[in-house]
């Protein structure tokens, strides 16, 4: 069983950044694929970004590419989302989650999921 815990939601405005960070409870974190996903009211969970167990490998969603970027800190149990120039439509309660597939990018192959942040982006 894996624990994660998102922190580093909140309100920012429009072009503005954030930092999200994301503690598995696990000392084998480096053993998972690590992702995080979004989920605005009124719409289905929507994958964003992950990366692999090293973090030499990373893929986004195409509307975050170049603002948003995936990275993790193994021997901290970490993940982080940096999100810079952010804009209204990024906002949603960001979850990060775990798996065990490489380049995993639909929800049903994350194992383990964390309790999400929000972020809310004022125009």
């Known amino acids: 069983q894996v624990q994660l815990v998102e922190s580093g939601g909140g309100l920012v405005q429009a072009g503005g950044s954030l930092r999200l960070s994301c503690v598995a409870s696990?000392?084998?974190?480096?053993?998972?694929?690590m992702g995080w996903f979004r989920q605005a009211p009124g719409k289905e969970r929507e994958f964003v970004a992950t990366?692999?167990?090293?973090?030499?490998?990373?893929y986004y969603l195409d509307s975050v590419k170049g603002r948003f970027t995936i990275s993790r800190d193994n021997a901290e149990n970490t993940v982080y989302l940096q999100m810079n120039s952010v804009i209204p439509e990024d906002t949603a309660v960001y979850y990060c989650?775990?798996?065990?597939?490489?380049?995993?990018?639909?929800?049903?192959?994350?194992?383990?999921w964390g309790q999400g942040t929000q972020v809310t982006v004022s125009s």
């Open positions: 990366i692999s167990w090293s973090g030499g490998r990373t």
């Open positions: 696990r000392r084998t974190f480096g053993n998972y694929i």
């Open positions: 989650a775990a798996s065990r597939i490489l380049g995993a990018i639909r929800a049903l192959e994350y194992d383990y």
